[in-house]
Nanobody
Framework: QVQLVESGGGLVQAGDSLRVSCAASGRTLSTYILGWFRQAPGKERELVAVINWSSGSSYYADSKKGRFTISRDNGKNTVYLQMNSLKPEDTAVYFC????????????????????WGQGTLVTVSS
């Protein structure tokens, strides 16, 4: 059974850093794209970043470049999202998702193209 389990969310203050994790089980990830998306209350789910598991190449939403870094640990089957200089507007539920890589990585910037989702982890940034 394929499963993605996020962890590491919490309450932080503006300017802090936080790393969230997503542990994947039930499949071999070498042919998959994994990504982080977020959804704030009343807003549509949006891309943070996606990563090609086999090559490590990544794609970021323009607005997320610089403060957010996606990475993966092959040995732990885990993808991470490092978030720096957090702002109150970064408050959201952060979701991990994956999809079999069939297209160029930017295709997966649209959350509709991701196939399996985790339950999400809430990140709250206070001002």
């Amino acid at each position: 059974q394929v499963q993605l389990v996020e962890s590491g969310g919490g309450l932080v203050q503006a300017g802090d850093s936080l790393r969230v994790s997503c542990a994947a089980s039930g499949r071999t990830l070498s042919t998959y794209i994994l990504g982080w998306f977020r959804q704030a209350p009343g807003k549509e789910r949006e891309l943070v970043a996606v990563i090609n598991w086999s090559s490590g190449s990544s794609y970021y939403a323009d607005s997320k470049k610089g403060r957010f870094t996606i990475s993966r640990d092959n040995g732990k089957n885990t993808v991470y999202l490092q978030m720096n200089s957090l702002k109150p507007e970064d408050t959201a539920v952060y979701f991990c998702a994956d999809a079999l890589k069939r297209r160029a990585i930017d295709y997966y910037s649209d959350y509709h193209h991701l196939e399996v989702w985790g339950q999400g982890t809430l990140v709250t940034v206070s001002s």
